[in-house]
C-alpha cells in the first residue's frame, strides 16, 4: 500500500505515524519515519517560512510513481508520503515518510531514498522568505550525489 498525500493544510507528524502504525500486516517486522520541519535559518539568514509550490495532479502522480519504485525496490508492505505545499511557517512539518517492512533495513534505506527523492525529482518548488527578501532554492550538488548512491 503505497499512500501518497499533498495538502496545503499542516499536519500532526505523530498522529500521521500513528495511524499509519495501526494498519500494520502481520508481516510487518519494522516501522520508520522521517520528519522534515521548516528551518528558522539557512546559514547565517533568518527564516519565515518556505513557499512550496505544485503542480497539482501531476506533482501527486510523480511522487506516487516515486514511491512505487521505491517500495518495489526494497519490499516494503506499506509506504506513506505526506508533503505541504503552500506558504509553511517556520518550525512546522512539510515532509513525512515512514516505511514499513518485514525487517528494519529495509525501512530505514527506503524513507532515506524517497526523502533523497523528494528533494531532488518530485515536481516542487522551493522559495525560502525572511526579513532579507525571499530566495528559490534548488536541490544542491550532494543532495544529487545522495540520490545516485541509490542507483538513479
Known sequence: MMHVVVTAEPFAP????????????????????????????AGESSVTALE?????????GEIERLAQQVGAKHALDALL???????IPAGEAIVLVAAQSAHRANTFAAVEEM??????????????????????????NEDYARRQEHGA
Open 14 to 41: 505523530a498522529h500521521e505515524v500513528a495511524r499509519f502504525a495501526a494498519v500494520r500486516s502481520d508481516q510487518c517486522g519494522a516501522l520508520a519515519s522521517f520528519v522534515g520541519y521548516c528551518r528558522g535559518h
Open 81 to 87: 508520503v505526506i508533503h505541504r505545499v503552500g506558504i
Open 52 to 60: 512550496l509550490e505544485h503542480y497539482p495532479g501531476f506533482t501527486e
Open 115 to 140: 526523502m533523497d527523492y523528494l528533494k531532488t525529482d518530485a515536481p516542487l518548488w522551493k522559495r525560502e522568505s525572511g526579513p532579507d527578501g525571499a530566495r528559490w532554492i534548488e536541490p544542491t
